[in-house]
């Protein structure tokens, strides 16, 4: 089993950044691979960026290449999400996820999900 508590939403103007923490409850968490989900108003659920259990190689959305980073400390059971250059399109509740199997990028290879955290971008 595996719990999952994201922090660090908020709101931002476009051009800003924040960093959302994922921390992780239980001694497995070395063997999930980690991902960042995102749900806007009316939109389905939509994959952001992953991370292997040995902290590479990295997965991520068209729409975030280039502007948000996804790291993890084992050592902390964390994972986080570096978001710079939000745009309002940004504006959405960001999930983190653990999971072991495929797929990388959709959201039926996690099994277990944090309760989400707001993000806000204002234009």
């Known amino acids: 089993q595996v719990q999952l508590v994201e922090s660090g939403g908020g709101l931002v103007q476009a051009g800003g950044s924040l960093r959302l923490s994922c921390a992780a409850s239980?001694?497995?968490?070395?063997?999930?691979?980690m991902g960042w989900f995102r749900q806007a108003p009316g939109k389905e659920r939509e994959f952001v960026a992953a991370?292997?259990?040995?902290?590479?190689?990295?997965y991520y959305a068209d729409s975030v290449k280039g502007r948000f980073t996804i790291s993890r400390d084992n050592a902390k059971n964390t994972v986080y999400l570096q978001m710079n250059s939000l745009k309002p399109e940004d504006t959405a509740v960001y999930y983190c996820?653990?999971?072991?199997?495929?797929?990388?990028?959709?959201?039926?290879?996690?099994?277990?999900w944090g309760q989400g955290t707001q993000v806000t971008v204002s234009s």
């Open positions: 239980g001694r497995t968490f070395m063997s999930y691979r």
């Open positions: 991370i292997l259990w040995s902290g590479g190689p990295t």
């Open positions: 996820a653990a999971g072991k199997s495929p797929p990388i990028l959709g959201a039926a290879g996690y099994d277990y």
